[in-house]
């Protein structure tokens, strides 16, 4: 006869109180585990990727910015047509950079601007302009033409010159002033028989006025330091 001694009884309850309970909760536990494992590392996944989408600048909010959105020459007057306001991060914007149209429509470049480059104060001729040029005195941006327009291909943004006009006598000489700051040179007039090229310099406050009455009663050219 068989001993069934330390034997569960046959039937539908048996293999209840046989170890395989146990080894089908450690089973069920792993496949859970490696599941849980799965999800996990998927989520970390999806939100890698909508990080990436997002960029880094759309964590924190933007700012408005001018931009061009076309090559733009030095010298050249900057129109509404030229530029837009497009929304960058903060920490990208560069200090004194211009915000609206109504800031850069008809003013004139001083220096080349690429496409999609932002537009500051220090870019356009005028007084920020005039004062970072020229940051020992206090400083006045004017308008000088020069008798020689060929003269003007000579010059470049931030070039030392001397400003002179005819004196009484041919062999005397009169300097308007001395060490002028060019800030920018405007294109050639394209009409025939334009007069001379406007160059913007900086020059002390205080002879400003003395200058630019001088330009428009004298001719005026320019020595280079």
Same mark, same amino acid.
């Given at each position: 006869m068989n001993d069934t001694r330390g034997r569960h009884p046959p039937g539908p309850l048996g293999w209840l109180r046989s170890g395989r309970v146990a080894e089908l909760g450690r089973g069920l536990g792993w496949r859970r585990t490696v599941l849980a494992r799965r999800v996990v590392a998927g989520l970390l996944v999806l939100t890698a990727l909508v990080l990436a989408v997002r960029g880094p600048g759309a964590v924190s909010s933007a700012a408005p910015v001018v931009v061009a959105v076309r090559e733009l020459a030095p010298g050249s007057t900057v129109h509404a047509a030229d530029v837009q306001v497009r929304a960058w991060p903060p920490e990208l914007i560069p200090a004194g950079a211009l915000t609206t149209l109504a800031e850069v429509d008809g003013r004139v470049l001083a220096g080349a601007a690429n496409t999609g480059e932002p537009l500051t104060t220090v870019r356009l001729a005028g007084p920020e302009l005039a004062k970072r040029a020229s940051p020992?005195? =206090? !400083?006045?941006?004017? %308008?000088?033409?020069? !008798? =020689? !327009? =060929?003269? *003007?291909a000579l010059l470049a943004p931030g070039r030392l010159v001397d400003v002179v006009t005819a004196g009484a006598r041919s062999d005397q000489p009169t300097v308007l $002033?001395? *060490? !002028? $700051? $060019?800030?920018? $040179?405007? %294109? *050639?007039?394209?009409?025939?028989g334009g007069r001379g090229r406007l160059v913007l310099v900086a020059v002390p406050r205080a002879v400003a006025p003395k200058l630019a009455a001088a330009t428009l009663s004298q001719e005026v050219t320019i020595t280079l330091r």
């Open positions: 020992g005195f =206090d !400083a006045a941006g004017v %308008p000088i033409r020069l !008798a =020689d !327009a =060929d003269v *003007a $002033v001395s *060490a !002028a $700051v $060019v800030l920018t $040179v405007l %294109p *050639a007039e394209a009409k025939p």
